[in-house]
């Protein structure tokens, strides 16, 4: 279901307040320009300063206006295992075609906690699952053998996972555990192309949200076997890659897509602040050098 430039979605706001408009046209030009899939409501998406009501309205419009020209894996993960459940059942209300979970964040379970949580919401969800693996915001780590315990426990519900630990080793590890057949999606964009040489399918994206044409060009020449050409588009992306990191994020992103689509909201929600002087700079370096301005 997943492979490719997938973006985790900016969510735009004007005057605090979700502006439906200018995401419908962040969506209509990410299918134009070759993203394979949409995440609503991830981390980049601001989904941690929404409102439940909100953030599964942002949801309904990414679906409405994808209209199944590509699929959409709305984030839902919570700490609260039965938060999570009813996370589920409002993103297959919304349109959602599967869910990104992660871990619980925070109160740091076991793994033995960890599987149960997912258990729990698998029993009960009626969409696919992506497992979303980031340890680095979680403080949570699901070890590649309590993956692979998950997958085998609930055959097809488990459909992939976006791996952000920053382990190009977890790929090997998960395809010996999960099978060849389990999608692995980069959550890191700089390590994008070796994650592919490991078994990798594509990038749940940071930089999508303002390269699409590029980062799609990108997967798409690593699928074709072209890995000159992947390689060549990595190199004219990796700056960007890192300058969206600079500051904390969305502060980058937003930036950047201000720079590349003019009138973009720029506004953010706290604590979430604008990108700083240092990293406007580090942006328009890298997003000359890509071509981009």
Same mark, same amino acid.
């Given at each position: ?35 394979? =899939?949409?995440?609503?409501? =991830? ?9 439940? @009501? ?25 700490? @609260? ?54 340890? =680095? ?138 990108? =700083? ?17």
């Amino acid at each position: 279901m997943f492979s490719g430039s997938i973006p985790a979605l900016v969510t735009p706001f004007r005057n605090g307040s979700f502006a439906e408009e200018d995401y419908r046209a962040l969506v209509e030009w990410q299918i134009a320009e070759g993203s394979a =899939g949409l995440v609503p409501c =991830g981390t980049t998406g601001e989904a941690a300063t929404m409102p439940k @009501d909100e953030h599964f309205e942002v949801v309904r419009v990414c679906a409405d206006q994808a209209k199944g020209r590509v699929p959409v894996l709305a984030g839902a993960g919570s700490n @609260d295992t039965l938060v999570a459940i009813e996370n589920v059942k409002a993103s297959a209300d919304a349109g959602a075609d599967a869910v990104l979970m992660v871990p619980p964040y925070y109160n740091r379970p076991s793994q033995e906690g960890i599987f149960q949580h997912f258990a729990a919401i698998a029993e009960q969800a009626d969409l696919p699952i992506v497992l979303y693996n980031v340890p =680095g915001r979680t403080v949570t780590d699901i070890q590649p053998a309590t993956m692979a315990r998950i997958v085998k426990a609930f055959p097809g519900k488990f459909i992939g996972v976006k791996d952000a630990t920053g382990s190009l080793a977890r790929v090997s590890e998960q395809r010996a555990g999960c099978g060849h057949d389990f999608i692995q999606l980069s959550g890191n964009d700089e390590t994008a192309l070796a994650f592919n040489a490991m078994g990798g399918t594509g990038c749940i994206s940071v930089t999508a949200n303002v390269a699409p044409k590029l980062c799609a060009e990108f997967q798409a020449a690593w699928a074709a076997g072209d890995h000159a050409q992947a390689l060549e588009l990595h190199d004219r992306l990796y700056p960007l890659h890192l300058a969206m990191f600079t500051d904390a994020s969305p502060g980058p992103v937003k930036y950047a897509l201000g720079r590349v689509r003019e009138g973009f909201p720029q506004d953010l929600r706290l604590p979430m602040t604008p990108a =700083g002087e240092a990293s406007r700079k580090a942006v328009d370096a890298a997003l000359a050098h890509a071509g981009l301005i």
